[in-house]
């Protein structure tokens, strides 16, 4: 048997030697590597895929930008179609009253017509352009088929499909929607939206131009009949 003494020494807590002490830092280096770790933390933070809350928020927020692009071309051809009535007053005035350019006493007759003519071609070329620009587009591309071309979408926030539910059977779709299907369904409203300010745009550019040509017309033949005027003048 183990003798009392070697039952001791056995149970007998053995020393540890210390840890060894970290190296001390200076305040620079412990700024320095607080900051690291804050870049680490962003950047981890900034590669992360979104979560489904998060990812909703987004594209909500991407539809409402292509709201704000749609309003902001009507604006803008609202804008043009009040220049073109500025110029159409201007150029009725002319017309019906030659005299207020000094152009009463030159046989512009014929000059006229023309000039009219042209001027009428460009004006409903501009008219059939903030039409295009204006009119409403179907919540569907053409040629897709109707509610989009994803088939798990849910069709809650598709309008067409809305309004071919009973109101019992929407709103039971609204109760059993998952993520997956709202981010679907937002995904064909932002892409259509996006079709729908492309088409919006290039009227908008088409609609600028032909303004550019009624101003440079209007323009033209106000200063024509300046010098005409002038010229008379001189030659009297």
């Known amino acids: 048997m183990r003798s009392l003494e070697e039952v001791a020494l056995a149970f007998r807590p053995r020393l540890l030697s210390p840890p060894p002490e970290p190296p001390c830092e200076s305040p620079e280096q412990g700024l320095a590597r607080r900051q690291q770790r804050k870049v680490a933390k962003l950047l981890a933070e900034a590669s992360r895929p979104l979560d489904p809350w998060e990812r909703y928020r987004a594209q909500v927020d991407a539809f409402e930008q292509g709201i704000d692009l749609a309003e902001m071309a009507d604006r803008k051809v609202r804008f043009a179609m009040v220049v073109m009535a500025s110029l159409n007053i201007g150029v009725f005035a002319v017309t019906t009253r030659p005299d207020l350019i000094g152009m009463g006493q030159l046989p512009l007759r014929g000059w006229l017509g023309a000039y009219l003519l042209a001027y009428a071609v460009v004006g409903v070329y501009f008219f059939l352009q903030a039409v295009d620009a204006l009119r409403p587009r179907p919540a569907t591309a053409p040629g897709e088929p109707r509610g989009g071309a994803l088939p798990h979408a849910s069709g809650l926030r598709h309008l067409e499909r809305v309004v071919s ?70 030659g009297g």
């Open 165 to 234: 539910q009973r109101l019992d059977d929407y709103a039971e779709a609204w109760r059993e929607v998952r993520f997956d299907q709202l981010h679907a369904e937002l995904a064909l409203q932002n892409h259509r939206m996006a079709q729908v300010n492309e088409e919006k745009y290039r009227a908008l550019g088409r609609l600028y131009g032909g303004l550019r040509v009624l101003a440079l017309l209007f323009g033209g033949f106000v200063v024509f009949g300046g010098l005409s005027s002038v010229l008379a003048s001189f």
